[in-house]
């Protein structure tokens, strides 16, 4: 069965249930913008993840998690921390288990880690396409650790819902209150969401008129008018630029 589409209409959590569950075997590529990445799988489990155009390499990652020293990884392996990449990640492993240096659990344990961290980022994503191919070659050299799907994704939902902010407080604001729209930064990649009646405030919203002048532009009551407000203020899309005396001084 194809399995492709984009994450606005299938959550991954979704599209990994259907991988694990059908026991798949193959790649699971995942891209928004340039940020793309791809999820190898066998009989349903998680083996491998890449992160497609980073330059960092195993020696690199087990380094920044603090498991070995740049140091310690030139005098194993006899190469520069620099051209790490030039050995396997297969020969890497097994030098620093072999040289006591790093051990399977720890190593299991980072791979869990990374996988998890990757998860989490991914499920940030407003929206983004994904494609299994089923049957691919694994890659060669790698270390490859099967890791349990189900345990992945519920250690990612909940490290994801963690990093959300929690929700501003809503704040009755003044019927003298002047509002504009506030600055938001493109490549952020958040998602705003309106409702319909939001959207029709925010016509009316221009950084000069205060909230009550809105009211009789819109022909809509006034309590309405400060709700639409402080709930747009509380959830970051406007903001508070005075008050209608500041702004006829």
Known sequence: ????????????????RVIESGQRSGRLLLQRGDRRAAIYFSGGQWLLADRIGSQMVLAHHLARAGLITPEQIEATI?????EAGEISDMQLVRTLISSHLLTQEQLRQ????DAVNLLSLVLGWPDGDFLFEDGVTLPQGRVLLPL????????AMGQARAAVPAPREVVPLAPEAVVDFAEVDPESGTAVQ???TQWKFLTAVD???????????????????????AELVAAGTIVI?????????
């Open 78 to 82: 006899g190469v520069p921390f620099a």
């Open 110 to 113: 980072f791979a869990f880690s």
């Open 207 to 229: 950084g000069q008129m205060p909230l009550w002048a809105v009211c009789q532009k819109l022909n809509a009551p006034e309590p309405t008018i400060l709700r639409l407000a």
């Open 241 to 249: 630029v005075g008050r209608y005396a500041q702004v006829s001084e």
């Open 194 to 196: 309106l409702s319909r």
């Open 1 to 16: 069965m194809a399995l492709a589409g984009n994450l606005r209409q299938i959550a991954l959590p979704d599209v990994l």
């Open 148 to 155: 349990p799907l189900g345990s992945l994704v519920s250690k």
